[in-house]
Structure formats: C-alpha cells, structure tokens
C-alpha cells in the first residue's frame, strides 16, 4: 500500500506561479512510478506528469511541457510539481498518483495510488 498526500494548491492568477507537494509512504520513491493528474469541473481526468523512481524518466502532457517541472526528493519521500506561467485552463483538483514499475505511464487506469487531490483556480 501506498499512502499519498498532496498540498499547495490554491488562488492564483494566470502568469502566476505554484508548487505542489506530494508525501509518500508505505514505499520509497526509488520503487515506484509517481504521477500528476488533474481533473476540471465536467472533464475526464488527465495526465499532467509523471516521474520513474528508479530511473528518474519524466514525461509531461503537451500543454504544460515548459511551463511545469515535476521533481522528488527521495529523502523526503516527496514528490513535486512546481507550476510557473499559469493559465485559467490549468484549474482544476490535482491528484497525486503511484505506480509499481518503472514507466511514467500516461493513463489513469495504471495507477493504482491515489491521493485527495488539492484544489489549483487560476483566475483571469
């Protein structure tokens, strides 16, 4: 089992920024795939980012490469999302999520580990 919590969300403005935090236990960060979701009022949830614990291999959706930047500190057992140059359609509840294995997958269906979620509004 895996326990995730997330914090740092919030009110923001666009072109603003963010840092969101994910704590895990139950396992080390070297043993499992972490992710980024996010789910906005009326939409599916997607795929934001996502880190390999043994590799450190990162991918990112389309539409925050550049502007998002996931990171951990294995140490802490914590897992990041600094968010930078934000946009209204970013808001939405982040979720932290985690995976056996070794491939940042991109579905929600390969995570197994969910966190609460935090609330991110970015207003215009």
């Known amino acids: 089992q895996v326990h995730l919590v997330e914090s740092g969300g919030g009110l923001v403005q666009a072109g603003g920024s963010l840092r969101l935090s994910c704590a895990a236990s139950?396992?080390?960060?070297?043993?499992?795939?972490m992710g980024w979701f996010r789910q906005a009022p009326g939409k599916e949830r997607e795929f934001v980012a996502a880190i390999s614990g043994s590799d450190g291999n990162i991918r990112y959706a389309d539409s925050v490469k550049g502007r998002f930047t996931i990171s951990r500190d294995n140490a802490k057992n914590t897992v990041y999302l600094q968010m930078n140059s934000l946009k209204p359609e970013d808001t939405g509840v982040y979720y932290c999520a985690a995976r056996d294995g070794s491939i940042p997958n991109r579905s929600t269906t390969a995570y197994a580990y969910w966190g609460q979620g935090t609330q991110v509004t970015v207003s215009s």
């Open positions: 139950g396992r080390t960060l070297r043993t499992i795939v």
